[in-house]
């Protein structure tokens, strides 16, 4: 079984199968006193490019955003905590701010770089 900080890394480099990643993360509580693993502009950029190779889907970038917001175990890089927060708030959640098209990821892009 993996621990709980390498499940997060396979999460947040979406280097593994994400439902999968997401149902092993579930026998640990989403709550934590402290972050065991930092989200850093470096993920968000390399899952952005992935999208923009056709690599992920719309749905495989909300699924991975969504499966990060909110979470206590997760911190953001320091400096761009709040980019990458609104950007991951942004991902998870298309109907509420905007759909997830080539021109949206490349500002977000952008805005990571």
Do not use: C
């Not at 190779?53 to 909300?62: C, G, I, K, Q």
């Amino acid at each position: 079984m993996q621990s709980r900080t390498q499940l997060l890394s396979n999460l947040l480099s979406y280097s593994h199968p994400l439902e999968q990643t997401v149902a092993s993360l579930r026998q640990f509580s989403w709550d934590a006193e402290a972050g065991l693993i930092i989200l850093s502009r470096n993920h968000a950029i390399q899952l952005l490019e992935r999208y923009l190779r056709n690599d992920l889907a719309n749905s495989d970038v909300e699924a991975w955003a969504n499966a990060i917001e909110g979470r206590e175990d997760i911190d953001y890089e320091s400096g761009y905590e709040d980019s990458l927060q609104e950007i991951i708030h942004i991902l998870a959640n298309p109907i509420l701010t905007e759909p997830l098209d080539v021109g949206l990821a490349e500002r977000l892009l952008k805005k990571l770089q």
